[in-house]
């Protein structure tokens, strides 16, 4: 067992910033030189530790000094057989898992609501996708655990090479990943897990268990989310002999940066070394903070309330979901949030998502339960206003996505299309070229090869109105990329 203390990249960082040496290398700020202004300050204080592969320092795609210890440490910290750090974020570490297990024709089990860059790297890999259906719970929206018996039929009828899963989701429900690693060995196939949300798992007995120590063969996750590394860097983690090393090295070479960020890096060694040496008492403080926190907001609201399934165990308790008990959208309810200095994860047309992690002082959760409560008495007034008036403002259930999907291009075949940008009205029943990706979370709701149907036109244009950021849509024209050639010639009626 290795000192989790210890910090190599980040230590390494500051021996050579103490040396005070002359820079005649790349990066062209030399370590902040060139900001001397008084408001640059904050901005040259990070530049002091933003270098290069200089002697020392070593080097994130060919690692044998500081950058392999820090790597080691890490997997022993997280469970893993090896780790691997990113500066691309999950999706570098999805992309890179992906071509590295998968040849163009495999054929890859997916969930529909998996990250972008899962398909991302499905497209790029040419991979011909099974989608595992995703079933949600009508009262809370939440996502229901994965058919297992499905899984395994498929697996049983198809050469299966890779199964993707998320876990935890991005509202923090929790899959069953120990019967879905059974199931995909029992066949020999390779599980890859999204855990992008779930760095902190394992940490603590109050929070749900690792996929590694689950069994997944691959997990993906971003450090920076949920512990206190900085955006961008993540850790892509090895769990099995199932994977080749050497393969999954270069895979990761093609799909980063090859001047990667020290500051980041030095970021994931701070993070894992919190993790590993305190993560177990300040996980403890911030769970039962959170808990009193529960206690003592939501009794005294009449339309705030938490949506959960912690009873179930399924879900993460570092999340927490609030909806109105009456018509007001949660995109409102966030804007309402945010004019009182409290700004959250994300919002659709019900909820609101806020993420607890390791730097919420008690101070904060006070103001929170302040502006819960605000919010408490302006959804009275607000309510009170739509009864009155008989309008649903951002109507609960009048964002259901289109029970349908149709797929008439495949990965590969739609990248020999050309495109145009064109109104939704005029795309109806053309070929999506691009992902329709509603972000946060980052799901895509349209895949490139689908089609746009009258019903899905009708969804993106009630997801503007409601306030959705909506990428693949071009919301100040509302027009979308479609497959120029289709939409000329009609082949869908041939």
Known sequence: MENQQETPIYEALLHHRNKKTDSYHVPGHKQGENFMDHKDDLFRSILRIDQTEITGLDDLHHPCGVIAKAEHLAAEAFGAKKTFYLVGGSTAGNIASILTMCLPGDKVILQRSCHQSVFHGCMLAGVSPIYWKDTYHSDTGFEKPLDLGWLEEKCKQSEVKLVVITSPSYYGMIQPIREIADICHQFDVVLLVDEAHGAHFGFYPGLPNSALSQGADLVVQSTHKMLGSMTMSSMLHIGSKRIKVDDLERQLRVVQSSSPSYPLLASLDLARKQVAVDGYHLFERLLNELDQFKKDTFPQCKWVQELSCHHLRCQDPCKMVITSRGQTSGIEMQTFLEDKGVYTELADHRRVLFCFSLAHPDRSLIRLKEALWDLDRWLEIQESN??????????????????????????????KHPCDRVRLEEAVDGIITEPIVPYPPGIPVLLPGERLTEEWMEYLKDADRAGY???????????????????????WDR
Request: zero cysteines; a positive charge.
């Open 469 to 491: 950021r909506i990428r693949g849509l071009y919301q100040d024209q509302l027009t979308v990329g479609v497959s120029v050639n289709i939409v000329k010639n009609r082949l």
């Open 386 to 415: 739509i009864q009155e008036s008989n309008i649903m403002v951002g109507n609960p259930d009048a964002l259901h996505l289109p029970s349908k999907t149709e797929l008439v291009l495949s990965f590969q075949e739609i990248r």
